[in-house]
């Protein structure tokens, strides 16, 4: 791992056009290449060069992709991964044939769905048959008992069944039960096979029961039938399978050639290719190309400094097992390239933050169970759809939980009792005001601490920012900028003079002879800034006038001076929210104690802590998680994380497809 | 309270929502779709997944426009909750407008039953046959074999008045179309009424809101009844909604007593919405040689489809402006029901099997 971003290289090559498609295949497996436009050539260079024109464009790729990966996540299934032996064995791209497999698969899913729908509208004409009836709703049905005087039965049936109703025709006298409304239209059917009514009155009563009986079980088995159909659909999708696998992978490889290729100018012989690579890989790459195409190329590197620093893609060099806190950082923003990378520092503060406010050996190991689960289970079930406890939260409940149980064992806290000794001070006796030794006393003693801690993040921050303006070789900015020296300097000033007068018990301001010479001498830096700026832009053509300078060197000596005042001292104070998470952590569990106290029964005191535990863990969790990444964002990141970085994004056979 | 503590909450909820609900992309990767099938299999995954879930269960198109309904209902009672009761009685209002599009559908069918005896069989299951606003006996309609009894089972509610005022012969001969007028117009009644409940600033939005909306709906109908239906003045003031700045100022000016109605009411418009004006007539001029109804009824969705931008445009107007107001609520619940037309429009057009270029030009994207 690189303290740093991962440094780049640019490559450019030409090939022979007969060997493009083997070098962009040869590419794209190795994955590691962000393709950039060649748009900066002399214009009478650019002009001998042609554009890339595709024989299937790319829109027409992309659609047929989706329409590919749509059919298959009906059918529950999984995209296949692209092998580099696949991709190199690729049968030719046969749009029309691949339109009409799907066309044809797409047809008979839409045939299961239209039977379906059949389905659906027969359970719903006799729900409402079965729900007037359910309802007493007797005066909205049509009962009918009784046989035909001639004609055939089944014709009667048929007619009947036309309108809708239940119709039972296997027993004698025949029992027909529709809707009223429709009893016209059954009377005029029935009246031409000249029904009569049966005078049976058992069989008058017992008639409607058994409709409904019939209806009931029609509805029943249709619904089964629904369910079948539904499953048949994505067994059809399933079956298929094999299909819409080749056609995805032979397609999504054209689509990622067609992407490449995209940025590849032409002349009649050549093909001319740009890209950036992580400098670690340039050989491999150079090599590679000499071999696909057997050193008939020319290739060409040029160093990421040679570069503006705005163009040139940035990646983080962090450890797999940091990726976590890596997307916390990328949630932010990408870093300029050459800087520091946030990350391992983004997780040391993160931790340490969380372990502070969420204190607890016992709920910490909770977290860590619920984020091994969380990450089994979606481990388990790959294609199942992030839930409220996302993948994500999974993979950072999995540091927190035991960033949890060590602040649990410094202070000697587990599930909300001090049942193990405190390693370094026990928090619930202090926050409960219990007479403690040592150094931590009191409340007062827990901010302290915390406001130790936000000095040290926010120092940390100071230097990262130094050691990137240095890199950078922004020498003026390190100097006179309120997060460069000036800045430290007067914060450290601001952490003496602030220290001695809490020392004297909130009495007297300290003095020494060095802090008037210090303070004045951070002030007229910063009252310089102004002028020289203006000088050192004289120089490179852009003069301002005088009183412009004057102004602005005012205005800026006003602003620079509050923001360093009052925006450091705010900063340092925000981190006393750690303590108050803390305290109330401890406050809560302790209310929660003694709230179990008071029924004197030991299961509604286990129910009770169970409870106030669970409570606890989701809500403290969830403020201290939020106030972590807050104190991150605002606190430390503001100090040295410009983010006018543009992230990386290689292109390979694996890369996804929004990427490109 | 404060409009601050009043409508805090709910902006922010509702300004969330609403920056994940405009998938343009979505519809035209549905648009694109090859059948029905597909196309609806695309909400995997949206806020829209629930309907996806009903069509995988049933295949049945119409149970899923029922379960839209549905959403819908829950989402105007959901926010209502939120709301203190004065704009929370408002919603009740704009909630009312689905019911009289449910007692619309449910009317229809009971016409098709009772009046053109065509069998409605399993049809009725797609009627929402909840309270919405008012206690309907929804079977009771569609059961009804008499017009008496289908204005029972209004009883108690203000649509029994308006139905009372027509009969069973005029329905059968002049159709359901002027009751369904009376119904729309009942309800901007209701609007006008429940405006006037709304305080300060909320009573301003909704003004300019509603003024603005009813204008445009007239603008509507005069292209789509009295330019191509040719209807006659007393049949145009039947079917202009009450309300709005056309109506008003045509009613002074005695528009519809004048020689030519249209003209008057053209040039109201125009001074009005220039620019609605000049894209009507823009749209006319192309369309010169238009000649058949389905031409005819092509430069109507036209007109229509640019009306529509224009009334999206007035509401994203609103939600860049006062945030605790029920002016974001009202926007929201346009953006959602404009959202759901827009799916509608294209499942349907994918259950008829149109062409990408029908439904597109159908919901003017």
């Known amino acids: 791992m690189s303290m740093f971003t ?9 090939v022979m056009e007969s060997d493009r498609d083997s070098v962009v295949k040869a590419l794209l497996e190795k994955g590691v290449m962000e393709f950039v436009h060649i748009g900066l050539l002399p214009a009478d260079k650019m002009a001998k060069l042609s554009e890339h024109s595709s024989a299937v464009p790319k829109a027409a790729l992309t659609d047929m992709r989706v329409r590919v990966e749509t059919l298959m996540k009906e059918g529950g299934m999984k995209l296949p991964e692209i092998s580099a032996e696949a991709a190199d064995s690729l049968p030719p791209l046969d749009m029309e044939g691949f339109r009409r497999t799907l066309d044809k698969l797409s047809l008979s899913l839409q045939s299961i769905r239209d039977r379906q729908r059949s389905i659906n509208q027969e359970i719903n004409a006799l729900s409402e048959i079965i729900r007037y009836s359910t309802e007493k709703k007797d005066d909205y049905l049509d009962l009918r008992v009784g046989m035909p005087a001639h004609g055939n039965a089944d014709d009667l049936h048929a007619r ?17 039960l529709t809707l009223r409304r429709d009893s016209s239209r059954v009377t005029d059917v029935m009246d031409k096979f000249g029904w009569t009514e049966s005078t049976d009155s058992e069989a008058q009563k017992s008639a409607g029961a058994e409709a409904i009986g019939e209806a009931k079980a029609l509805t029943e088995s249709c619904r089964n039938e629904l369910g079948k159909l539904a499953d048949e659909a994505a ?5 298929n399978g094999k299909a819409l696998s080749d056609i995805w992978t032979n397609v999504r490889v054209h689509e990622l050639c067609e992407h490449v290729e995209s940025y590849f100018s032409y002349t009649r012989n050549t093909s001319l290719f740009s890209g950036w690579v992580p400098e670690e890989y340039s050989d491999d790459i150079s090599a590679l190309i000499t071999k696909v195409t057997d050193g008939r190329c020319i290739i060409e590197w040029t160093e990421a400094d040679e570069v503006p620093r705005g163009e040139v893609p940035v990646e983080m060099s962090s450890p797999k097992v940091l990726r976590p806190f890596e997307h916390l950082v990328r949630n932010y923003s990408t870093p300029e390239y050459g800087s520091i990378n946030p990350t391992p520092f983004t997780a040391a503060a993160y931790l340490c933050m969380f372990a502070l406010m969420f204190a607890d050996l016992g709920q910490g190991f909770i977290l860590l169970l619920v984020g091994l689960i969380g990450s089994w289970l979606y481990r388990k079930n790959p294609t199942k759809p992030d839930g409220i406890i996302s993948r994500y939260l999974c993979s950072l409940l999995i540091f927190l939980g035991p960033a949890s149980m060590a602040g649990g064992l410094l202070f000697g806290s587990c599930f909300g009792f001090s049942l193990i000794p405190a390693l370094w001070f026990n928090y619930d006796a202090v926050v409960e005001g219990e007479p403690v030794q040592g150094l931590i006393q009191d409340i007062y003693d827990i901010l302290g601490i915390t406001i130790k801690f936000g000095i040290v993040i926010i120092y940390l921050g100071l230097v990262l920012n130094w050691i990137n303006l240095v890199r950078k070789k922004r020498y003026f900015e390190l100097v006179f900028d309120k997060n460069g020296l000036v800045g430290g300097v007067m914060y450290a000033l601001g952490i003496w003079f602030a220290w001695g007068f809490v020392a004297s018990g909130y009495r007297t301001f300290p003095s020494s002879p060095f802090f008037a010479p210090v303070l004045i001498s951070c002030l007229a830096l910063i009252v310089i800034k102004g002028p020289l700026e203006a000088v050192l832009k004289a120089r490179e053509g852009h003069k301002e006038s005088v009183g412009h300078v004057i102004m602005s060197t005012v205005m800026d000596f006003l602003v620079e001076v509050l923001e360093i005042f009052s925006g450091l001292l705010s900063n340092t ?12 952590h401890a406050s809560l569990m302790s209310a929660f104690y003694q709230m179990a106290d008071m029924p004197g029964n030991i299961i509604a005191k286990v129910l009770i802590m169970i409870l106030g535990n669970l409570l606890v863990i989701v809500l403290e969790g969830l403020s201290a998680g939020i106030q972590s990444l807050r104190l991150n964002y605002y606190e430390f990141f503001t100090k040295y994380f410009t983010g006018h970085g543009v992230a990386f994004e290689p292109v390979g056979l694996r890369s996804r497809a929004s990427a490109d | 309270m404060s409009r601050v503590s009043d409508y ?17 992309s979505l519809f035209d990767e549905m648009i694109k779709a090859p059948s029905l099938t597909e196309a609806i299999a695309k909400l995997d995954g949206t806020h829209h997944a629930g309907l996806l879930e009903v069509y995988r269960k049933t295949g049945d198109l119409q149970q899923v426009e029922l379960q839209m309904l549905e959403d819908e209902i829950a989402l105007y009672r959901e926010v209502g909750s939120y709301l203190p009761s004065v704009p929370s009685e408002f919603l009740s209002v704009l909630l009312e407008k689905i019911e009289v599009d449910n007692v619309k559908n449910c009317i229809r069918l009971w016409y098709s039953d009772a009046v053109r005896h065509h069998l409605i069989s399993y049809r009725s299951s797609y009627i929402y046959k909840g309270s919405i606003v008012h206690r309907i006996d929804y079977d009771a309609v569609i059961n009804a074999v008499s017009y008496p009894e289908l204005l029972r089972a209004f009883r108690d509610t203000p649509y029994a008045e308006v139905l009372s005022s027509f009969s069973l012969e005029s329905i059968a001969s002049r159709g359901l179309f002027p009751l369904e007028i009376a119904l729309d117009h009942m309800w901007f009644r209701h609007l006008d009424e429940g405006i006037r409940k709304l305080h300060g600033r909320d009573r301003k939005t909704a003004e300019e809101i509603y003024s603005v909306d009813a204008d445009l709906k007239n603008i509507l109908m005069l292209t789509r009844y009295s330019y191509s239906y040719h209807l006659s003045p007393e049949d145009l003031e039947k079917v202009m909604i009450p309300m709005g700045y056309i109506v008003k100022e045509a009613q002074k000016m005695g528009a519809l007593s004048s020689d030519d109605p249209i003209a008057v009411i053209s040039g109201i418009v125009k001074h009005r919405y220039p620019r609605v004006s000049e894209e009507i007539a823009r749209i006319r001029r192309t369309a010169d040689d238009l000649t058949t109804v389905d031409e005819n009824n092509r430069e109507i969705v036209l007109i229509e489809a640019y009306l529509g931008e224009r009334r999206q445009s007035e509401y994203r107007k609103i939600l860049m402006g006062d945030p605790f107001s029920i002016g974001v609520v009202l926007a929201y619940f346009f953006l959602c029901l404009q959202e759901d037309g827009t799916l509608r429009a294209i499942l349907s057009g994918k259950y008829y099997g149109w062409s990408e270029d029908k439904i597109r030009e159908g919901i003017g994207l």
Request: glycine share 8%.
């Open chain 1, 160 to 176: 009947l069944e036309q309108i809708g109703g239940v119709f039972l025709f296997s027993r004698k006298p025949y029992i027909s």
């Open chain 1, 573 to 584: 104070l925000s981190f006393m929210r750690v303590a108050g998470l803390g305290i109330a």
């Open chain 1, 235 to 239: 067994e059809r999708i399933r079956s």
């Open chain 2, 8 to 24: 805090a909450f709910i902006n922010a909820k509702l300004r969330a929502r609403i920056g994940i609900m405009r998938e343009s």
């Open chain 1, 6 to 14: 991962r440094k780049m290289r640019m490559l450019t090559a030409v």
